[in-house]
């Protein structure tokens, strides 16, 4: 049986929604998943439909969402449903929604410089399964300064700053690109490249960290299965909505 997946794409059309969703698409397509793409985020209002899922991608910027919305994700996800994204797609998504960065584990505060700054990713080794056999690699593209949970576990980094700025005052940050959190029972991937579809083409291995990484997501939920995991040690949580 073919795993499911559900992409939502839209918001600022600046970050190429539609074609890093077809991307996506057809990623998850080559390793056997059955993957649809919504134009809305109505289609995050049935909760019973979410959690027949094994992944969820955002690919949504500055948008904003219904409570209820962002309430059954977390719900969805909480039950072992992946979610994965990629650079204001998914980590600056909705700004006023604090609770779905407290879901994502980040939220984008600055791009010092603004696009075409080159940087490089680096690789933490032996980090995860996701950068096995990656090596440190450039990018030129927008160099996410982002807020992050200290939960994550990182996966790569790039060093802060670059470009002289108010914050080059304070000591030089590695600053994540890549991460895994848990939410509940579900695996949270995500990683800040991707300001344009074409940096995946440019550079390859961040098309390889977001295929891994949804992959990876997308697992949770069988794992959750096999080792018979249920949501009732998170049930007081419910009480926050």
Known sequence: MKKKALIFQGGWDGHEPALTSKRFKGLLEKNGFEAEISDTLDCLADL???MELDLMVSCWTMGEIKREYTVNVSKAVG???GLAGCHGGMCDSFRQDTEWQFITGGQWVSHPGGDGIEYTVNIRPGSSP????????KVKSEHYYLHVD?????LATTRFPLVSYYHISNKPVDMPVAWTKYWGNGRVFYTSLGHHDDVFDNSPNAQILMERGMLWAADGKRYAVEKGLTTARFENSAKMY
Do not use: H, M, N, Y
């Open 150 to 154: 200290p939960s994550i576990e990182v």
């Open 48 to 50: 019973d439909r979410l």
């Open 130 to 137: 996701i950068t096995e056999g990656l090596e440190d690699f």
């Open 79 to 81: 039950a072992g449903v």
